[in-house]
Structures are given as structure tokens and as C-alpha cells.
RNA sequence: CGGGGAUUAGCGCAGUUGGCUAGCGCGCGCCGUUUGGGACGGUGAGGUCCCGGGUUCGAGUCCCGGAUCCCCGACCA
């Protein structure tokens, strides 16, 4: 893309009260639009990122046998009753209304009983189980105090999992290809170092659910960190008897600020119960279906590794889901070679930011830095036929021809 | 939801004991000179001083009410 066509700017200034990181970076370079407190809107580069990180999770998700469908945020109040959760006393972030007729919605703030609502009449027999789906979909919270930039918003999109078993055997065999999937996921999104499988409070089918907690200053939750295991506690379960269930001992326990980038829940028949979600069993029984859900929020995630990965230029994007692998910027005052390194890259099939701008050569750069594609590309007086290629992450520059630098980055 | 801070041009800010035509920087338009780390000169456009009342000859400034934003805390199925 030419830069020149794209409609955000970057700016120098930001309002001062804005202090998280990730909001700063996002803001000042463009990638997101803050509407509202906690409520942001994602701008062409934002949305690639957005687009490239629920691409990761797509993919992962697939493999382990997921079935991608979209859901409604408009819910019918009924279910939720039929849940006992229709009530400020059990779920106080609604956003609920009503129709012009009088019936009352809510807003989705998660979408268990819509997707069981949606599995009543699919799921009949024990050979229609199990089954995964999953959706990216957009959460209204009614937060009461957004924070963090896109960290914690009142309006985000979250990819929810919903897993359905004949029974927790089945359910548990599943449950550890998903935790296998996340784990997959955050590798591949290049926080894998730095996340955490972490044990947290569970419900009444099992004792722990899991999350996945990304070590980080600005995080809202506390960890317990075993390096060896590379395991770690939530706090809300940080008592002597779960450590020495989990067989991790307190004195070698690190305490991290965290953020919680995914979880994993054991549902159990909770909600079939509740929503008379059941099958036949070979034996002619009918039993309620046995539930898991599993979430990880794209926009929280976007907004950690931000936070992890910038220095004091900009923001530093990990490949996998730059909004461009290459930012070419051209420093000579005429177009004729810069256009030909584009032609060539865009004919590789490479994603190319091309800065074909009369701005002044610091001002390019500088702006290069703040956007922080992985590899920069400058054709100036320097370079004679060939093109300087930075990696941003090390600075480390080197000088290649279009042709070396095709086949280094195939 | 408790406490603190803020709201003046697209953005960042100044604006004195109430005073006359509300300023500065960035950005933006035009002209010219520049081009490897956010260039320079000239010139120009751009305002619901958050909103609603009130006091006053006169309100960005004082008083009352409200809204919104940010931070700390509580909360986070």
C-alpha cells in the first residue's frame, strides 16, 4: 500500500492523561480511534493487526476441530432467565434494553446460552457429539471503569470457544487439546515466552479453570510463577493445599503483575441443565451435555504485545501479525527505483507499506520507527542499485539487491 | 461506586485582581528554498472557551447545577 493513500497521520503530541502505553503507541500512530472511554475504534492499520491475530487464532482453532460460526449480540432475555442470570445481583456489566415492543435484550456479554440456545436443535444423539465452535464476536461490558488503553474496554471483539461432550471423559480428552491450541497460539503470536499457563478458581465441575496470563507491568492480576514447571497460580488460588496438589513449592514461587490474554473454563451441565440442552445415549438415556468455553480477547492481546514489544521509537511488530512486513521508504527525489522495489516485492506477494511521500527524510524515518514494521527498506543516495534493509526489533542493517532480498525473506 | 485531577482551534497548551478584537506551539493551505533522523523563511485559514442557568455595565475568568475524560482504589460472571 502507498502510504500516500492512506488516510491516517501519525502525530507527535497526545493528550497527557492518556498514560498507558499500548493507547499512546496506537494512537499516535494511527492504528486505533478512542470513540469513547474504553470504547475504540480500529483504523486500516489497526484492523490488519486485528485481522492477522484472529487469523493466528482461526487456524489454531481449526485444528483442533473447531467450527467457525457468528452469533448475534442481540439476546434474547429468556435464556438468561432459564440461567438465573438475568439479574444485576449475578452479571453487573449488562448493557440491557428493550425493543420497541416492549420485549427486553441484552447486549451480548458472552454468549453461553446463545450458542446452547443454537445447539438444541442440532444436538440430538451421542453421534452428533462432540462438538467445537467457535466465533470472533463483539462483547459489550459495562465496565465501571475502563482502563488501560484497549487492555479493558467496554466494547471488544473476543473469540469464544464452546466445546459439547457426551461426558467429562470426552470433555477432558478435548480440554487438553484446546490448552495445547492456546498454547500454540500466543507461540505464534510472539508472547509465548512470557505467557503463563496458569491454574485459577474453577466452578463445580472442576476445580480449576486456566488461564493464560502474559507477564506484564500493567497487568490487573497477580501471578505465582514456577519457572522450572513454567506453570503459575492466580492469586485467587494461591493457598498451601493447591501448591502442594500442583507439587510446586512457595519459596521458589515468583510473584508477577499479569495480564490475562485467555482462559479456559470448565463448564460441566450447567447450562444444559438449565437450557435442557441433552442427547440419547447408546443405551437410550438422556443426559444434558457436558460444556467447556474457551476465550481469548484479539484486542487485549494486540494491546499486550505492544506493551511488550516497543522501545522508545515505537512500536516494534513480531511478523506474524504486522500490519506489513516491509516498510519501504523512499528517501531519493525522484520515484523510479523505489516504484521498481515495490512492483517486485508486491509481485512476491510480500504485504509492502511503501512511502512514496515528499516528506523530509527524518520525518519518514521517524515515522517508520513509530509504526514499527519488522523489516525497513530505504532507497536513498546511500544505496546506490541496491536497498538498506533494517530489522527494527535489532537495527541490524544490511545492504541487499531486490533479488537477495526476495529469496532472505522467502 | 468512593477519592483526586482535567475540559480553551484537528492535536498539545497559556490565558494575571472579571475588561475591550482570546493567544502560543504542532498540524493544515499557498509561495519559495530544502531532502539520511521529526528542515527553513514568508503568508493564510481555522474558536459553541464542555453544556445549562445565575451574578455583573462587562464572564474563558466568579457562583450553582450537569456532562465528559484521565488517574488511584473497589469491582471484574
Redesign the pocket.
Known amino acids: 500500500m502507498k502510504q500516500s493513500h492512506l488516510f491516517t ?12 502505553i499500548n ?1 499512546q503507541l496506537l494512537l ?1 500512530a494511527g492504528y486505533i480511534h ?1 470513540e ?4 475504540y475504534a480500529y483504523l486500516p492499520l489497526g484492523w490488519r493487526v486485528m485481522n492477522k491475530v484472529m487469523q493466528v487464532i482461526r487456524e489454531e482453532m481449526n485444528v483442533v476441530g473447531g467450527q467457525e460460526l457468528f452469533l448475534t449480540s442481540l439476546q434474547d432475555s429468556k435464556k438468561w432467565k432459564d440461567t438465573g ?1 438475568w439479574s444485576d445481583e ?4 449488562w448493557f440491557r434494553t428493550t425493543m420497541a415492543n416492549g420485549t427486553e435484550v441484552g447486549l451480548a ?2 454468549h453461553e446460552e446463545a450458542i446452547a440456545q443454537v445447539m438444541i436443535n442440532h444436538i440430538h444423539s451421542y453421534k452428533d457429539l462432540p462438538v467445537v465452535a467457535y466465533q470472533f464476536q463483539t ?1 459489550f ?1 459495562n ?7 484497549i487492555m ?1 474496554s467496554r466494547e471488544f471483539i473476543m473469540k469464544d470457544m464452546y466445546s459439547f461432550s457426551r461426558n467429562k471423559e470426552e470433555h477432558d480428552a478435548f480440554y487438553e487439546k484446546a490448552q495445547q491450541a492456546y498454547i500454540n497460539v500466543f507461540e505464534r503470536l510472539g508472547i509465548g515466552n512470557v505467557t503463563y499457563f496458569t491454574f485459577a478458581s474453577g ?1 463445580s465441575f472442576s476445580q480449576f479453570s486456566h488461564e493464560f496470563q502474559t507477564v506484564s507491568e500493567v497487568g ?2 497477580t501471578i505465582y510463577i514456577d519457572e522450572e514447571k513454567g506453570i503459575a497460580l492466580n492469586k485467587e488460588v494461591y493457598t498451601d493445599e493447591v501448591m502442594e496438589m500442583l507439587g510446586v513449592k512457595k519459596d521458589t514461587l515468583v510473584e508477577k503483575a499479569a495480564v490475562e490474554v485467555g482462559n479456559i473454563f470448565t463448564l460441566g451441565t450447567k447450562y444444559a441443565e438449565a437450557l435442557n440442552l441433552s442427547y440419547t445415549d447408546e443405551d437410550g438415556s438422556v443426559n444434558p451435555v457436558f460444556m467447556g468455553s474457551y ?1 481469548i480477547g484479539p484486542g487485549r492481546v494486540m494491546g499486550a504485545i505492544v506493551e511488550l514489544l516497543h522501545d522508545d ?2 512500536i516494534v511488530w513480531p511478523d506474524a501479525i504486522a500490519p506489513f512486513r516491509f516498510h519501504l521508504v523512499n ?3 525522484d520515484s523510479v527505483q523505489a516504484d521498481s522495489v515495490y512492483d517486485s516485492l508486491q509481485r512476491a506477494g510480500f504485504d509492502v507499506l511503501y512511502d512514496d511521500r ?13 509504526l514499527g514494521m519488522p523489516y ?1 527498506l ?6 546506490g542499485d541496491k536497498v ?1 534493509h ?1 530489522v527494527r526489533k535489532t537495527g541490524k ?1 544490511d545492504l541487499y539487491s531486490v533479488d537477495e532480498l526476495i529469496s532472505q525473506h522467502a
Open positions: 497521520k501519525v502525530r507527535k503530541e497526545l493528550p497527557a492523561d492518556e498514560v498507558s493507547a499516535r478512542k469513547m472511554a474504553g470504547v442470570r449475578v452479571i453487573d456489566v456479554n458472552t462483547k461490558r465496565e465501571l471503569r475502563a482502563k488501560s488503553g479493558r466452578g490487573e492480576d476465550g521509537k515505537g528517501l531519493n527525489k515528499s516528506a523530509s527524510a527524518g520525518a519518514k524515518l521517524a515515522e517508520a520507527d513509530l525497513r530505504v532507497i536513498g543516495s546511500r544505496t538498506e533494517t542493517s
